[in-house]
């Protein structure tokens, strides 16, 4: 299953930038639509073009999960410093090289709980145990998605066809659930016949 990135410019991506992102769903969205509010679970590339873009964006509300790629001179004063910049101009190569360890360095947070690297930590305590990497993608797409349903984590995660009768989910779900009550986070996983939600 592709996990989704957004893309925010005022012109279309270049071609060697979705050639470098094919395994993710690209979400392209203009500047003025970049939600303060939500960008925790989300991968967020920002294109900053020029000093128009620049004025529509309020760069010390970005987090952590934000790259900047920009052609603009930007104070580091005006920028959340977890931010991540590449400035532009530069080559190709880098370019995409940067944008590959951003996304497998990215951290991924949901209230009190972060997720670094297949390490499940919370935040409030410091107490962290390691997911398997099933886990980790089931647990990342309930905090991306915060409600799906079971078929689409067996159809796409485990990829395990619907006229499969199995436990595996049912399984992978109690042991994240362990995992998460050992780092005693206030974040808890509900089932609801098929529907899954992730809720505080």
């Known amino acids: 299953m592709k996990n989704k990135i957004n893309i925010f410019s005022s012109n279309r991506i270049k071609k060697f930038l979705?050639?470098?992102?094919?395994?993710?769903?690209?979400n392209y969205k203009k500047i003025e639509d970049i939600?303060?509010?939500?960008?925790?679970s989300k991968l967020n590339i920002i294109i900053l073009n020029?000093?128009?873009?620049m004025g529509s964006i309020n760069l010390k509300n970005l987090h952590y999960n934000c790259l900047i790629i920009s052609n603009t001179k930007i104070n580091k004063s005006d920028v959340n410093k977890n931010?991540?910049?590449?400035?532009?101009?530069?080559?190709i190569d880098h370019i995409k090289n940067t944008i590959e360890n951003f996304i497998n360095n990215l951290k991924v947070s949901f209230h009190d709980i972060s997720i670094d690297n297949e390490k499940l930590t919370n935040l409030n305590n410091n107490?962290?145990?390691?997911l398997?990497?099933?886990?980790?993608?089931?647990?990342?797409?309930l905090i991306s998605e915060k409600e799906t349903t079971k078929s689409i984590?067996?159809?796409n995660i485990l990829n395990i066809k619907s006229n499969v009768e199995t436990n595996s989910l049912e399984s992978?779900?109690?042991r994240i659930r362990k995992k998460m009550n050992k780092v005693k986070t206030d974040v808890q996983i509900r089932s609801k016949n098929e529907r899954l939600l992730i809720t505080v």
């Open 83 to 91: 931010t991540k910049i590449l400035k532009c101009p530069t080559s």
């Open 153 to 155: 984590i067996k159809k």
């Open 172 to 174: 992978h779900l109690t």
């Open 35 to 40: 939600n303060y509010n939500n960008q925790n």
């Open 50 to 53: 020029n000093d128009k873009d």
């Open 18 to 26: 979705e050639e470098t992102l094919f395994q993710y769903e690209i």
């Open 127 to 130: 107490s962290f145990c390691y």
């Open 132 to 141: 398997t990497k099933v886990e980790f993608e089931i647990l990342c797409f």
